[in-house]
């Protein structure tokens, strides 16, 4: 057993842990959102907006710990990028969210949807990963599921806007749905990106 003489600050801990579930939480609301909309599309926008704030304000209590806490439980880099990774999901459904209100869109496609449902496997598997930092458990399975999500996320992406060049005939209608699909996407990248760095703590750790 490798013996820590360094005092452990669990706030932080609790702090990446609230903010991996908020952004399950946002995830499910967008799997909701695509499900429901047009109907409820106004209450759930705004009930994502809020776990967009909740988002923030969990990465500004992250930033103010590190700024008043002199030694920390692991890097202190990996810590804020950690904490900026999971807000950047959170940013990324957030925005996309938004798009489908502001760009007037009337009806959802498959591809949009499954996309959500891989964003929402992946911010649960990430939130599973993340309370193992606690103690530095082994994370590998959940780090795996991520990559091959991300895949998927790929494989779809390509697929929705491929079928947008397919089927829609409204040059419009298809600039606004490429631009929502790949703003899904970068919610996806930003999982791929919080599983990177917390490979990166694993590692440092063991």
Known sequence: MRLRLIPQNREFFQLLAGASANAVDIARLLVELLDR??????????????????????????VRLLNRTFVTPFDRDDIYRLAAALDDICDNVDEAADNLASYGVRTVPPHAKAQADVILRATIKLDEAVHHVDGFK??????????????????????????????????ISIIRWKDIHERLEEAVDACENAADVLEAILVKNR
């Open 37 to 62: 909309f047009p109907a409820e599309g106004g209450e759930l926008i705004a009930r994502i907006k809020e776990r967009e704030h909740t988002g923030d304000r969990h990465t500004h209590e992250v």
């Open 138 to 171: 082994d994370s590998d399975s959940e780090l795996e599921a991520l990559r091959e999500l991300e895949d998927e996320g790929d494989r779809l992406v390509r697929d929705g806007i491929a079928e947008l060049f397919r089927t829609e005939e409204d040059p």
